[in-house]
Each structure stands twice: as C-alpha cells, then as structure tokens.
C-alpha cells in the first residue's frame, strides 16, 4: 500500500501562487492514478484535479480549471498542484490521494490510499 504526504501548505494572498507537493512510498508510484481533492470547513470533500498513470491525461474541476495545473514525476514519486491565481473560496484542507485500479478518476471512493492533508488558506 502507497503512502502519501502533502506538503507546500499555507497563507497565500488571492491572485498570487502556491505549489503543492505530494511524495509517495511504499508503492510503485507510476501505476497509480493521483488525484487531489479538497475539503472547506463544513463542506464534503471534493474533487480537484488528477492525472492518469499511463498517459498523463489530466482533468479538472471547472472551478480550478485554467487556475490549477496536476502534474507528476515519477522519478521521484510525487505529484504537484499548482495554484494560481487562487480565490479565497479555494480555502481547504487538500488531500492527494492514489488510485490502482480501473473507473472514474473524480470518484472519491475509487481511491486506495490518502495523504494526510494540508491546509491551504487563501486571503483576499
């Protein structure tokens, strides 16, 4: 089982950027599929990018795309997100979070294994 650990957290003004990191373990990284989901305070957790392992296809939520950028390198087992431009409405905890398996890449349930999070706050 891969585990995970996201770093690159923390305060960061609207309009500005920040790069989250995902590193992984225990696993062979490039057949995962990663993704990365977020949770805001009294809100599910939802989806917010991934990438294929195979063809590095990536896929957005419509409100991060043209914002965010998933990407991975399997070299050193970890995946990104890059946020720009973030809105305060971008505020939450963000997972990243593996998938082995066949199906969906936006189905939270689909996926094996979670970091443990990482607070992104963004202020206006």
């Known amino acids: 089982q891969v585990q995970l650990v996201e770093s690159g957290g923390g305060l960061v003004q609207a309009g500005g950027s920040l790069r989250l990191s995902c590193g992984a373990s225990?696993?062979?990284?490039?057949?995962?599929?990663m993704g990365w989901f977020r949770q805001a305070p009294g809100k599910d957790r939802e989806f917010v990018a991934a990438?294929?392992?195979?063809?590095?296809?990536?896929y957005y939520a419509d409100s991060v795309k043209g914002r965010f950028t998933i990407s991975r390198d399997n070299t050193k087992n970890t995946v990104y997100l890059q946020m720009n431009s973030p809105r305060p409405e971008d505020t939450a905890v963000y997972y990243c979070?593996?998938?082995?398996?066949?199906?969906?890449?936006?189905?939270?349930?689909?996926?094996?294994?979670w970091g443990q999070g990482t607070q992104v706050t963004v202020s206006s």
């Open positions: 979070a593996a998938f082995a398996g066949y199906g969906s890449l936006f189905t939270i349930s689909n996926y094996d294994a």
């Open positions: 225990g696993g062979t990284f490039s057949s995962y599929n």
């Open positions: 990438i294929r392992r195979s063809t590095g296809t990536t």
